[in-house]
């Protein structure tokens, strides 16, 4: 009896080791699969030619595949030993698909080409077939991850002179040598991510564009808000609709809270937070989210361009009309700016401050002699006399004014020189700050305080007037620790003569460009692109994606 049960007990073992068997995949992983692949991939994806084409897609960055997998014997580093993407793949596609957080398109990264692609890798049985596919997906993945490497460093536009005079810095980093080092040390994603600029404005833009994507719907409708002083009853009706587009408002109905949300618009846009629907408030409720998203896309662009910043420096930032002081790269104060108008616009400088200039004369540029001075003085014979102007020589010797030539001027043959002597009348105030550029540009004083007041402020010949000059002035011979101070300058003043003041130590100054920034109470500040740059960037962006992005007729995910 014993036997018999010991009979039957085998016959079942067995009966039910053959149905296991019966459940094992078609496609079987054999010891040596993964040398067959690796195999594969190094008869057929070696030594790949600059015009290499993988799935419709021509690779940008061959030169640099080559150099990583010659160095790394041709092993796969996002496909696991299942013939699937491994997990730092499925990361990186992922992230890909979240390009816009970083102010990128995911269409340049072929996101829905990899997505489909790994829904393939699954499905096909073929051996052979999945070695092509998982070949293919590798290259192509090691190209998107070096050209989204160089984007995130570097920034997304082929060149930038048609935008600013400031050069780029050099793009120094060795792609190849960042992925190979990446891959060694298990950090293939944040090591990615490390290549971002070190800028802390960068940083804290880079949050803030994340937060205004969870937080915006990005509509790209918008609402014509007008100027209160044309139709006050319209004007808050359309800036209420505005309000709740924008997610300042929860309703249009909600008459109490109207003037404390539009309020906070106005703080987060630049504005005079005065409650009222003016001319540059009523068009910045005009605009999109849509709009201020792209906003936000160009700075970060922006940023990519920058060398990193010193630890004490100066920062004008010519659409907000201010400047910053940063000690230790940490903020230290602010001053309100008064810059270039759109015909003669400030432009973007790096340079130091190397000389303070009590009383300074203004010597005046020919282009403003002869079509403003001269015009004026012509319709008004005390002009000179009033405004402190009188003619030199280039040797400096005086000219009567009145001896001169109208008709040869006129005809802009003017072989003198134009000086506005110091004084309270003269354009550049009581003081001026020098740092050698080929623009002559610098900063200084005002007698136009008025203009400070105003929420635009461009109306400069593109120097930059500071609001509290003597104040800065003051800050800058302290951190000199200059044998000269403040009270030296105003005995300057007092004497009516002009006296430089050279600095022990020059003081780095930025002259640069944004039309959105964080603050430091950590807000997020939008300012009017006063001179038309972001629509430069923004559609050479739009041409790049349309020549790059990738279009695959193969339907999207889901």
């Known amino acids: 009896m014993k036997k018999l049960l010991l009979t039957i007990s085998i016959f079942l073992l067995l009966l039910s080791c053959a149905k ?19 195999d594969f991939f190094k008869t057929n994806f ?23 997998y010659d160095r790394i014997e041709h092993e796969l580093i996002w496909i696991n030993d299942s013939l699937e993407l491994n997990g730092a793949a499925i990361r990186l596609i992922n992230d890909f698909i979240k390009a816009d957080e970083y102010g990128l398109n995911p ?20 051996k052979e077939d999945r070695y092509q596919i998982a070949s293919e997906t590798e290259v192509l993945l090691t190209n998107w991850y070096l050209l989204y490497g160089k984007h995130l460093n570097y920034g997304v536009l082929d060149s930038i002179d048609s935008i600013t005079v400031l050069p780029r810095k050099k793009f120094t980093v060795n792609l190849y040598e960042r992925l190979l080092k990446n891959y060694r040390a298990d950090n ?6 490390d290549l971002q600029p070190k800028h802390q404005a960068y940083k804290k833009l880079q949050v803030k564009l994340k937060e205004f994507l969870t937080n915006s719907s990005l509509s790209t409708d918008n609402v014509e808000v007008q100027n209160f002083r044309i139709d006050s009853l319209k004007a808050i009706e359309q800036s209420k609709k505005a ?15 109207y003037v404390e949300a539009l309020k906070k618009f106005q703080t987060a846009h630049g504005l005079k937070d005065d409650g009222l629907v003016g001319k540059n408030t009523a068009t910045a409720l005009s605009k999109s989210p849509y709009e201020y998203y792209q906003t936000l896309v160009a700075n970060l662009e922006r940023w990519r361009w920058k060398e990193p910043f010193p630890e004490n420096y100066l920062l004008v930032n010519i659409p907000a009309f201010d400047l910053q002081m940063y000690e230790s790269k940490e903020f230290k104060f602010r001053h309100r700016t008064v810059v270039g108008k759109f015909k003669t616009q400030t432009p973007e400088l790096r340079d130091s401050i190397k000389t303070i200039i009590a009383y300074p004369y203004w010597y005046v540029p020919k282009k403003i002699s002869l079509k403003e001075i001269f015009v004026k003085a012509q319709e008004d014979s005390t002009y000179f006399e009033r405004n402190n102007f009188e003619v ?42 020098m740092f050698p550029n080929k623009y002559a540009v610098y900063l200084h004083d005002t007698p136009s305080m008025h203009l400070f007041g105003r929420e635009k402020r461009a109306y400069s010949h593109g120097c930059v007037r500071v609001e509290g000059a003597l104040k800065l002035a003051d800050y800058l011979l302290t951190y000199d620790k200059n044998e000269k101070t403040i009270d030296s300058v105003r005995h300057y003043i007092d004497e009516k003569k002009e006296r430089p003041i050279n600095l022990n130590k020059r003081v780095p100054i930025y002259l640069y460009y944004f039309t959105t920034a964080v603050n430091e109470k950590d807000e997020l500040v939008f300012h009017n692109d006063i001179y038309d740059k972001d629509r430069l960037i923004l559609a050479q962006m739009r041409a790049i994606y349309d020549r790059d992005a990738v279009k695959t007729k193969r339907p999207p995910d889901g």
């Open 392 to 433: 030199i020589t280039y040797q400096k010797d005086s000219v009567d004014y009145k001896s001169l030539n109208w008709e040869e001027i006129n005809r802009g043959e003017f072989n003198y020189l134009v000086r506005q002597r110091g004084g309270g009348v003269n354009s550049l105030g009581l003081v001026k700050f």
């Open 188 to 193: 293939l994603i944040g090591g990615l991510y």
């Open 107 to 126: 269409a340049l990264y072929g996101t829905q080409l990899l997505q489909q692609l790994k829904k393939e890798l699954v499905a096909i049985q073929n």
């Open 46 to 68: 070696n030594a790949l030619d600059s015009t290499q084409v993988i799935q419709n897609i021509t690779l940008s960055n061959t030169p640099q595949i080559n150099d990583f």
């Open 243 to 257: 309000l709740v587009l924008h997610g300042y408002l929860d309703s249009i109905r909600t008459d109490t809270l």
């Open 20 to 38: 296991e068997l019966k459940k094992t995949p078609s496609l079987v992983v054999k010891k040596d699969y993964k040398k067959e692949l690796q």
